[in-house]
C-alpha cells in the first residue's frame, strides 16, 4: 500500500503542476495579444522612419550635419541588454545571453581589457547574470525593471535620452543594443543592432536616392527629427523583447502542459498496476486462507 501512496501523491503533484503551466500559459497568451498588436501597430512605421533617416543620411554631404550621426575612433563602448525580469520562458534568456557573451569576447574585447566598456541592463535575468559574471565591467542598473511595464513611450524615452545625451557628450563612441525580434509566439530572433552612432546605408552603385527639400534648413530639421527616430526605434526593441518574453512564456508553459500529460499516463499505468499487484496479492491470501481452513 505504499508504493500506492506514493504513486497517488505524485500523481496530485502533476495534476498540481498542470493546472499551474496551464494557468500561466493562459496569462501569457493574454498578454502576448496585447504586445503582438503593439509591435504589429508599431514596426511598419519604425521601419519607414529609419529606411527615411538613411536615406537622408547617405544624401547627406558630410556626418557632421547631425551630431547623432558622427562616426569617431571606438574608444568608449556601451551595450544596452534587454532580458525579461521572471523566469519560466525556456531557452528565451539564455539566448539573449549566448548573444551578449558573444558580442563582448568579440567586438568589445579590447575594450573590456582597457576598462573602457559598459553595460546597461533592462531587465532582471540579464542584470543578474551580467553582475556575476563580468564584474569588471561597469553595470548601469537603473533602468533594470524597465521590461514589464506596460507599453508606455515615456518609458522607453527615458533611456534613449540618456543614450544620446551621452554619445553626444563623448562618453560613449558606440551603442549596440541586444534584444529579441517578435516574429511570431514560437520564433524569436535574437538580434544586435547599433543604435549609435546612425547607421548610414551606403549607396549602391547607379541607385537613386530620394531627394528631400527641407524647410527651414536641412540641419535645422535633422536636429528634430534624428532624436524622435531614434526614440521610436529604441521603444521598438522593448516592445520586441516584451511580445517575444510573451511567446516564449506561452510556448514554454504549453510543452510543460504536455509533458505532465505524458508523465501523468506513465503514473496512472504505474498506478494501475501497483494496485492489480495488491488485489491480486490479497485474494490469494484470501484463497490459500481458505484453503487451510478446508484441509483443518
Known amino acids: 500500500m505504499a508504493n500506492l501512496k506514493e504513486v497517488r501523491e505524485r500523481i496530485n503533484s502533476v495534476i498540481s503542476t498542470q493546472q499551474i503551466t496551464k494557468a500561466m500559459k493562459m496569462v501569457a497568451a493574454a498578454k502576448l495579444r496585447r504586445a503582438q498588436q503593439a509591435i504589429t501597430q508599431l514596426r511598419p512605421y519604425a521601419n519607414k522612419l529609419q529606411a527615411m533617416l538613411s536615406n537622408i543620411l547617405a544624401g547627406a554631404d558630410n556626418d557632421d550635419q547631425n551630431k547623432f550621426a558622427i562616426q569617431r575612433p571606438l574608444q568608449q563602448g556601451i551595450i544596452v541588454l534587454i532580458t525579461s525580469s521572471r523566469g519560466l520562458c525556456g531557452g528565451f534568456n539564455s539566448s539573449l545571453l549566448k548573444t551578449i557573451v558573444h558580442l563582448i569576447d568579440t567586438k568589445y574585447a579590447d575594450l573590456r581589457k582597457a ?111 534624428v532624436p524622435t527616430i531614434l526614440k521610436t526605434q529604441f521603444y521598438k526593441t522593448i516592445i520586441d523583447t516584451t511580445a517575444s518574453e510573451h511567446g516564449a512564456r506561452m510556448t514554454a508553459m504549453d510543452k510543460a502542459s504536455e509533458n505532465a500529460e505524458e508523465l501523468l499516463k506513465g503514473l496512472k499505468i504505474s498506478y494501475n498496476k501497483a494496485r492489480q499487484e495488491n488485489i491480486t496479492k490479497e485474494l490469494t491470501e484470501i484463497i490459500g486462507g481458505v484453503a487451510a481452513l478446508e484441509g483443518a
Open 115 to 225: 576598462g573602457k566598456l559598459s553595460i546597461l541592463c533592462i531587465g532582471k535575468k540579464g542584470y543578474d547574470y551580467i553582475r556575476k559574471r563580468y564584474a569588471d565591467i561597469n553595470i548601469i542598473s537603473d533602468y533594470v525593471e524597465l521590461v514589464g511595464k506596460d507599453f508606455a513611450f515615456s518609458h522607453s524615452e527615458t533611456v534613449s535620452d540618456t543614450l544620446m545625451t551621452a554619445f553626444e557628450n563623448t562618453n560613449y563612441d558606440m551603442v549596440d543594443i541586444v534584444y529579441s525580434q517578435f516574429k511570431n509566439a514560437a520564433t524569436q530572433v535574437f538580434k544586435v543592432e547599433q543604435f549609435l552612432p546612425v547607421p548610414k546605408v551606403a549607396k549602391k552603385e547607379g541607385e537613386m536616392t530620394a531627394d528631400f527639400i527641407f524647410e527651414p534648413n536641412q540641419t535645422e530639421i535633422l536636429s528634430y527629427l
